[in-house]
């Protein structure tokens, strides 16, 4: 019932959300010397080499517990590139301005995750998803050979009526770069119903009381859906 719901009322949103809010995909840096700073830790991280595998997102990602983050992904050779607070178009403006670069020969997997819930406080849906596709198609001109996993976005903000409809609309819409194909260049990952309770609520014990961020729980609950294929994307 849960998921029939989530694309009944996600298929609306278009006609909801059709104001234009602003720009995903014209890559935009955050004018901030702190997060200047990190991306330019995450620039010599890359030029130091070995690197199998990028985690790209903002706060969720940022905050992977290291234990589990070691655990689960390090021995891999993945690294942690998450900014809390990124929208989609400061993660795009990441990736075109050091974050890849050199690593067209080494990097196999690029895990692309949160940072579209943050765009959704200001852009509609159609902007969200267009900025995915700019971002998409930036990572496949630098990196040709290197594969996405594009990670459904979560819920959040219980009762949030609005929120939750763009949310579920920009995953229908992700939803469909991953043509099916086990050999796909881009596989998409929905978390939507693991981490829902019910249509406007979210798993209690896998969200902290701001129902946006994760719990430890809901790290393991990540890790447990996304080893499975982020193990058979790295072969």
Known sequence: MLAIKYFIIAAISVSLFDVSYGVPWQPEPVNNADW???????????????????????????????DLFNENFAPFGAVN????????????????????????????????????????????????AQGYVATIDAIRSRLPRTRILLMGLMPRDNGFQDRWIRLADVNIRNSKFDNGNP?????????????????????????????????????????????????????
């Open 36 to 66: 200047l700073r990190r991306h330019e830790q995450f620039v010599n991280r890359t030029r130091e080499g070995n690197i199998n595998v990028i985690f790209m997102g903002a706060s969720i990602t940022d905050w992977w517990p290291q």
């Open 183 to 235: 050999d796909s260049v881009v596989k998409y990952l929905d978390l939507w119903n693991q981490f829902s309770q019910t249509w406007g609520v979210v798993q209690p014990e896998l969200f902290n009381d701001d129902q946006l961020h994760l719990t430890y729980a809901g790290y393991q609950m990540w890790a447990k859906l996304i080893n499975p294929l982020f193990r058979s994307m790295i072969q």
């Open 81 to 128: 590139y998450g900014i809390s607070g990124d929208g989609v178009e400061h993660a795009l403006w990441r990736m075109i301005n050091g974050e890849l670069d050199g690593l067209q020969d080494t990097l196999k997997l690029i895990v692309f995750a949160d940072c579209g819930s943050n765009s959704a406080g200001s852009y509609n849906a159609q902007d969200i």
